[in-house]
């Protein structure tokens, strides 16, 4: 009827966008609308919210969700067995032991998961062999899940700035326009580099990563000379 409960579900990305923000918080804040004819009153409802990056969110919303339940991170064989069961729905009878080395590359993440298994499917449909390297070749990762966004990070940080600069500087010389918090976040997650007073340093362990980025692609010899 009428009166029954309904879902409609808002996404921040590719349904509204910016324009859904913005009537949220009053929303929220007052249970109105705020249209070209004024506050428009709307039945009471309850807002649940979904979100893999809730830091990105302001906290004049966050703050409104008096429920946030913590996210407990999968244990690597949880992980190992949703691979698993992603490949299964998919119809691909993975190999044994190919499942830890795509949760290491997709950064556990379920669609960096299945973009992989995806991958090693086609390539497999190509020439009948199981190729690790060229599925993440064919999805812009390498083997410890840095994007190709974060390989060129690194070697900017590494090769252009002598180990350390600012995040406008370093967003400048990659020519990304938008934010690299992601990015950040994954470098940071594998102490590859370290935020700073003075900007992004890169750390031992990611001028060793660097190099051997560096080597992979060819612009080093494998003692080390340009």
């Known amino acids: 009827g009428e009166d029954a409960p309904r879902a409609e579900p808002l996404d921040g990305n590719g349904n509204g966008g910016k324009a ?19 506050r428009e009153p709307v039945p009471n409802v309850t807002i649940i919210a979904a979100t ?30 949703l691979c698993w069961n992603l490949a299964s729905r998919l119809g691909i009878e993975l190999p044994t032991g190919m499942a830890t080395p795509v949760v290491e590359a997709a950064n556990s993440e379920p669609r960096q998961m299945k973009s992989i298994l995806v991958a090693l499917r086609d390539g497999l449909t190509v020439d009948g062999a199981w190729s690790m390297d060229r599925a993440l070749t064919w999805c812009g990762l390498s083997h410890d899940g840095l994007t190709e966004l974060a390989q060129d990070f690194l070697l900017t940080l590494l090769g252009g700035f002598d180990g350390q600069a600012s995040i406008a500087t370093i ?22 580099i370290r935020v ?27 003692e080390g000379t340009a």
Do not use: C, N
């Open 196 to 222: 700073t007073s003075q900007g992004r340093e890169i750390t031992d362990a990611g001028t060793t990563r660097a190099y051997e980025l560096a080597r992979e692609r060819g612009l080093l010899t494998e």
């Open 20 to 38: 859904k923000a913005e009537w949220l918080l009053p929303l929220m804040q007052s249970g109105h609308l705020a249209t070209s004819q004024g």
């Open 171 to 192: 967003q400048a010389a990659l020519g990304e326009p938008g934010p690299l918090r992601h990015t950040e976040q994954m470098l940071s997650q594998r102490s590859y």
């Open 52 to 81: 893999t990056d809730a830091q990105s969110l302001p906290t004049t919303v966050l703050g409104r969700f008096p429920v946030q339940p913590q996210i407990v991170r999968l244990t690597t064989d949880e992980q190992i067995q």
